[in-house]
Each structure stands twice: as C-alpha cells, then as structure tokens.
C-alpha cells in the first residue's frame, strides 16, 4: 500500500477499532470494554460522542490510529460485509483487524526508514516492505506477526543506527516521566521505548531522534523540531502537547487541538 494508506480512514471502516479492541478505565477511558464488544457509544458504526471525547472520558479515543487497518480490512478483506449484516463474520473479522494493525503499523515504520534511511539499505527495506505486505494479504489467515516483527527489528535498528551514528547517546527504554529535557543537545538520541509521559520537551531540536515506542503522551512539544525525528507515528503526535510552533514531519498531521 501507499504510505497514505497508512492512515485511518473511518468512513470506509465499519469502526473495527471501536468493536475489536478492548479497553480499561483509566485516564484515557471512562469504563471498562472487553474486546470483541461494541462500545456502548458506537451507533451505525459511528460515534454518539465525537465531538467530545476528552471531555467524556476518552481522550484514549482521539490519539488511536489503526494505520489504515481498519478499511484494508473492511473494504479489501471483507468487500464491504459489515459484521452487523454478517454476525458469523465477527470473530475472524476482528482477529483479521487485530493482525493487519500490526503489519499496518510495521509498513509505516519501514516507509518512514525509506525516507530518511541511506539507499544502501533500501533493498532489504523493500523487501521487508514486500513481505510484510504478502502477510497482510493473509491476515485473514491469522499469520504469525510476531515472528516478522522479530526479524524486521534488526533492520529498522541498523537503519536508526547508521543514521545518528555509533556513538550518538542512548536513552533507550530510560524513564522520562516528568523530566525537563531542556538545555540539552538531544539531536540523534536514542529515545527507543523511552517514558516521556508528561516530559519537557519545549523548543528541543529532535532532529534524527530515534523515538519508536517512545510513550509521549502529555509531552510537552511546543516550538520542538520534529520535523526529522525517526520513526514518529501519528497516535504518538496526538498523545502529545503541541503548539503553532512546533514543527511537525511532513507525513503526519498537526493534532486539531494543538
Ligand atoms: S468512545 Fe467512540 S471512538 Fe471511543 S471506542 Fe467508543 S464509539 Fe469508538
């Protein structure tokens, strides 16, 4: 697929993510939904509450992103049989949902390493491109995610390394939680796995930083330079504070409340 359709499109979902995934009540979500069930707020495959989920208790609502599983599924997948008109296509049609979200996301992160990674290392991106995309072509047949995902990882990390270079800093998996970040050079930094909840990040120049899986929800990010951070992902945007100034990658949106 295009990388513009890594990108949920909920008008050509039948709001998979709002029926597959389970949730827990916490700050992000105001009760608890197993997985499988519909939310209480979903009618006609639309949300009763989408003018106002922060406020209604479901901030965790506003920064998902499937990556464009959710019309795969429904639209190529499924040809457009909704699991309402077709209640035996439940189960496998959100098992199905739950595995392409993953490849979807994998997609992205190998799209996001071809535009910044040096071309000796396109061939293998591709070709983790191509079979992540044979395996998404399967995902009905439930394939083993996992697996790909562990040999695409040494890739993704080889590409993140020959890019800030060997002795850029590591912070990998460092708790971050509440830390001022300011003042330093943080440019080419491994923020991996990093916790970053509610960080300050303000007018940082992010440039080449490493942030997969980097938990950046209520970061504050106002005037920082992302604009060639690695591997961002939207739902980490979102999850985040921003302004005006801050300065975002061209693949992703500036998050409406910002
Ligand atoms: S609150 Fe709305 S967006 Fe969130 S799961 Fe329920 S129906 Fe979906």
Redesign the pocket.
Known sequence: VATTELRADCANCF?L???A?P?ERSAD??FD?PANI?????RDF?????DH?PD?G?R???T?DCFGAGQRVAQQVYVGRDWRAHPDLRTPMFATFTVMRQLHELLWYLHDALRWAPDDLHPRLRDAVERTEELATQADRLPDVADHRTRVAPLLRAASRVVRGDDAPDRSGADLAGADLRGTQHADTDFRNACLIAADLRGIDLTRVDLLGADLRDADLRGADLRETLFLTQPQLSSARGDAATRIPANLDRPAVW
């Open positions: 709001a993510c709002c029926v995934l949730f979500f105001a939904k519909p939310c209480r707020h979903l639309r949300c009763t509450i989408h989920l209604a479901f965790g609502c506003t998902y």
